[in-house]
């Protein structure tokens, strides 16, 4: 099993910065991938970052050039650092967590990220 836990979301004006931290704990592996999608009302949850255990990234091309996915391997962390907000950014973000050895995947409870105009 493999826990996660989001933090860093909350209330920006637009052009605004956010960093969202998402911790894994338990049974994690050294083969994996992370990432970060978002959730907004009425609308389908949509992969917004991810990043593999070689720390390469990929990103969704709306956030391409604003947002930068990290991760800190000592700290099961990863970082997603998001700059110049938009209103159309507003979402829960919710991590993910996929094994590369056991093909389990994994949710975060979600973290809201509220953008005004």
């Known amino acids: 099993q493999v826990q996660l836990v989001e933090s860093g979301g909350g209330l920006v004006q637009a052009g605004g910065s956010l960093r969202l931290s998402c911790a894994a704990s338990?049974?994690?592996?050294?083969?994996?991938?992370m990432a970060w999608y978002r959730q907004a009302r009425g609308k389908q949850r949509e992969l917004v970052a991810v990043?593999?255990?070689?720390?390469?990234?990929r990103y969704a091309d709306s956030v391409k050039g604003r947002f930068t996915m990290s991760r800190d391997k000592a700290k099961n962390t990863v970082y997603l650092q998001m700059n110049s907000l938009k209103p159309e950014d507003t979402a829960v973000y919710l991590c993910?967590?996929?094994?590369?050895?056991?093909?389990?995947?994994?949710w975060g409870q979600g973290t809201q990220v509220t953008v005004s105009s």
């Open positions: 993910y967590y996929h094994s590369g050895i056991t093909n389990a995947n994994y």
């Open positions: 338990g049974s994690t592996f050294s083969i994996d991938t």
């Open positions: 990043i593999n255990s070689g720390s390469s990234t």
